[in-house]
C-alpha cells in the first residue's frame, strides 16, 4: 500500500497531480502539501491538505511519521525565468529541499520520485534529438539546480539503496493550473490570450523550437516510472521523455485552425529567449520508452484540440 505525500502540490503540476493520484491510490493515500495554504484554491476543499515548507526538515519529518508516508514526489521547486531574478533563494529552495527529502527518505525507507528538465541542457548540447546521455552544461541557476539534483538523487539511490526516479519534463501545457515563472509558459499563456482577446504577443520568438508535453501525459508518466520494475531501470535520475517539439508559429497555426481570427505577434523577452536558446529543440525518449514503456498520447493537433475545450468550459 503506498501513501503519498505531494511538495509543492498547489503549483501546475502538483493539483493535477493529486487528483489523478487520488483516482488511482485512493482519496487517503495521497497527501498535497504546500509552504502556505491558498484560499480559494480547489485542493482546499478536497481532503487532506498539509502546510509544509520543505527547507523545514523537523515538519517534514513529522508529517511522514504521522501520515505513515511511503513515497514522496518532490515537486517543490524555482523555475527558470524566476530563478535568474533571484538566483541565491532558487538554490536554496531547489537543493537544500530536495536534500531534505532525500535524507528524509533514506532515514525512513521511503521511495522518491522528483522531476527534473530539460533545463539541465545547455549551449554545448547536441540540439536535435538530444541523447539520454550527453553534455550537460546548463547556464541558468534552475538548470544548474536541476543537474545537481539529478546526480544527488542517483547519489542516494547508489550509495544508500533510496529507491530514487525521475524524468526530465519538458514545457507543460495545461488547462487546469497555471504555470509559475518558466521559460515555456508561453506555451499555456497563448491559450488563454486566443480564447479571451484572440490575439497574443509571444515573448518567446518565432523559430525557438522547444520540447512540449499535455498534462495527462505528464501525470500518466509519473505514475508509470513510480510503478515501474526496479529491475528493467538502468538510469534513475532522470530519464528524457518528450511529446512534441514546436516553435510559436507552429503553435498559432494550430490554433488558427479553431479561431480562425487569431493573430500571433511577438514581444520577446531576452532574458527568456537566452534561456530557451540553450535548451534543446528536441529530446530523444528511447530509453524512457525501452526501460519503463513511455508512450505519449498527445501530439499538437490532439492537445490543442483539448485545450481550447477545456479552456472554454472554464474561461468561456
Ligand atoms: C521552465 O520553463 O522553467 C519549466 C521547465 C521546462 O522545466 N517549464
Known sequence: MKKILITGALGQIGTDLTR???????EDNVLPSSRKRKEGHPLMDEGEF?????LNYEVMEKIIIEHEITHIVHLAAILSGTGEKNPQVAWDINMNGLYNVLEIARIHGLSVLVPSSIAVFGESTPKERTPQDTVMRPSTIY???????????DYYHSKFGVDTRGVRFPGLISSDALPGGGTTDYA???FYEAIKNK??????D?????????????LKAIVQLMEADESKLKHRNAFNISAMSFDPEMLGEEI?????????????????QGIANSWPNSLDDSEAKAQWGWEPEYDLASMTKDMLEKLKNKIG
Do not use: Q
Open 206 to 218: 518565432k523559430g525557438t523550437f522547444m520540447d512540449m508535453m499535455y498534462m495527462p501525459d505528464a
Open 256 to 272: 488558427k485552425k479553431h479561431i480562425p481570427e487569431f493573430e500571433l505577434d511577438y514581444d520577446v523577452d531576452e532574458e527568456l
Open 20 to 26: 489523478y493520484m487520488r483516482d488511482i491510490y485512493g
Open 188 to 190: 499555456v499563456h497563448i
Open 50 to 54: 498539509v502546510t509544509l515548507d520543505v
Open 199 to 204: 490575439r497574443y504577443a509571444s515573448f518567446i
Open 143 to 153: 538548470g544548474v539546480s536541476k543537474v545537481s539534483g539529478e546526480l544527488l538523487a
